[in-house]
Each structure stands twice: as C-alpha cells, then as structure tokens.
T-cell receptor
Framework: AQSVTQLDSQVPVFEEAPVELRCNYSSSVSVYLFWYVQYPNQGLQLLLK??????LVKGINGFEAEFNKSQTSFHLRKPSVHISDTAEYFC????????????FGKGTKLSVKP | EPEVTQTPSHQVTQMGQEVILRCVPI?????FYWYRQILGQKVEFLVSFYNNEISEKSEIFDDQFSVERPDGSNFTLKIRSTKLEDSAMYFC???????????????FGEGSRLTVL
C-alpha cells in the first residue's frame, strides 16, 4: 500500500520569500508523484507531476519539485512566492498501473503575507 | 477553458436519506472519478469509471454507493442511505487519457459539500 505524509499542515511566509513544502511517501512498488493546488472555493488543480526521467520537474506558476528516490521525497519549491500563491497544496502518489487512484497527503496550507 | 462542474455545491440531508451528487465531466474525457474529503482529513479515492463500468474502487465504496452515467454528459454518485460519517466534500474528476503513463491529468470539479444530520 502507498501512503503520503505532508509534514507541515500550515506554512506562513512573507511575499517574495522562498518556500518549500515537504512531501514524503512510502510504497513497495513504483509510483507516480503529483502536486495539486486548491485555491479557496475551487477544485484541485494539477501543479506538476513526476512520471519518469529527470528528477527535477517544473510546473505551473513557477513551482518545481524534485523526486528523491533514496529519501522517498517529492518536495515542492518556489524561489519567490506571491500573495496569489496562498492556497492549499496536496501531494499525491499513484501506483503504476492504477487508473486514477491517487493517494493524497493531508495537505499544506500556504499563507503568503505582504 | 473547459471545466468539470458539480451540483449541488452544498446539500444538507437527514440520516438515512438518499443523496445524488451530479457531475458534468469535460466533454471529450473518457475516465471519471469520485473522491471525497472529510473535514480535516485527506482527500480519498472512491471510484473510477470507464466505458460505462467501474474500473477501480476503494474500500470506502461499499454497497451504499453507486455511480452511473445516465446520459452522455452526466456522471452521478448515489448514496442510498446516508450516515453521519458520509458528511464530506465530494470531488468529481475526469481525464482524457489513460493514467498515468502519459500526459493525461485529472481535472477536478469544485466539490459538493454533503452534510448529514
């Protein structure tokens, strides 16, 4: 079985500061990794995904994440955040061969202050 | 931009009542999903649906739950006899291509909040 741990439930940062949202996963089989964002009163939107290849993946809105197999991590980073990045961020994994069965973490609320 | 739409946005029901949550997936998508999020907990997979049948379901998706694509546009989740613990936000999602071996992604609706009293 797969599981996802997002260590920080809330991350407050000031505008233009860098941010890292942590995600660790456990799985006995190969997985795909995703980050989704949920803005207030909206659905989940895909930020980026790792399927294979380069371990550094770039997504929308200037976010990137690095897959680290040895540490079973997939941390999300942005070098300079904006007020508009205030949202909840969800890390998710899916087992290879599974059709849309995403296992989500509990989410991290990013709050960007002026 | 095409989007997944869900209705109602919020429904309040009495325990034991039947509830139907409706979703209109993106029109050219072939795979449909329901997820739920109990307040303060993780988003959980319920079921995936393709070619008019369930392709995968979780342990949560027991006999009280059913899904249907009654016409060419709607995708519904029915809960036959709601329990207090069914209170949650229910998300519908759809995807165009088979996941996740290509660039296909899940597109989520805004959710339907179900409150069972």
């Amino acid at each position: 079985a797969q599981s996802v741990t997002q260590l920080d439930s809330q991350v407050p940062v000031f505008e233009e500061a860098p941010v890292e949202l942590r995600c660790n996963y456990s799985s006995s089989v190969s997985v795909y990794l995703f980050w989704y964002v949920q803005y207030p009163n909206q659905g989940l939107q895909l930020l980026l995904k790792y399927l294979s290849g380069s371990t550094l993946v770039k997504g929308i809105n200037g976010f990137e994440a690095e897959f680290n197999k040895s540490q079973t991590s997939f941390h999300l980073r942005k070098p300079s955040v904006h007020i508009s990045d205030t949202a909840e961020y969800f890390c998710a994994v899916s087992r290879r061969g599974s059709q849309g069965n995403l296992i989500f973490g509990k989410g991290t609320k990013l709050s960007v202050k002026p | 931009e095409p989007e997944v739409t869900q209705t109602p946005s919020h429904q309040v029901t009495q325990m034991g009542q039947e509830v139907i949550l409706r979703c209109v997936p993106i029109s050219n998508h072939l795979y449909f999903y329901w997820y739920r999020q109990i307040l303060g907990q993780k988003v959980e997979f319920l079921v995936s649906f393709y070619n008019n049948e369930i392709s995968e379901k979780s342990e949560i998706f027991d006999d009280q739950f059913s899904v249907e694509r009654p016409d060419g546009s709607n995708f519904t989740l029915k809960i036959r006899s709601t329990k207090l613990e069914d209170s949650a936000m229910y998300f519908c999602a759809s995807s165009e291509l088979e996941l996740p071996t290509n660039t296909g992604e899940l597109f989520f609706g805004e959710g339907s909040r179900l409150t069972v009293l």
